[in-house]
């Protein structure tokens, strides 16, 4: 794979929210957060004919809190899909087998930081009003979501 990823090939050509759930309870004090806990998963699926990619992202959040108050914590649990168009996507990959693709790394890589960075953002807007207002999803190495 000599190929290289270049940027104004790759197009977001679909965007929906599968699922999103937000507990923010009412009384819920958010000067004793103490932490945002959060987990992601990342994947990748590939439709090689039509050069199209989807990657799910899947977050959870929960506040933990300073004082237990005994209160319930604010959560948030989102699934978002994204499905991307690569021009020269045929030339960044090796069929490995008829389930199996190796892509380059470079564009897992560049997909991944376009998926984060995007959700970062949904997230902020979303976030607003609510107990978890304050929270902004950290920045990451995109290879840790790739692995």
Known sequence: MSAKVIADKIHITGFRILHAE??????????????????TKFDLAFNLEENLIKSDFFIEIKTESKENTNLEEATAKFHF????????????TVVVDDTNLDINGGLA???????YSTTRGILMTRFQGTALADFILPVRDPNELIN
């Open 22 to 39: 937000m507990n923010s309870p009412f009384d819920f004090d958010t000067n004793a957060i103490k932490l945002f806990d959060n987990t």
């Open 81 to 92: 899909a994204y499905i991307f168009n690569v021009e020269n996507f045929k030339e960044l």
């Open 109 to 115: 890589n560049s997909l991944a930081s376009i998926v």
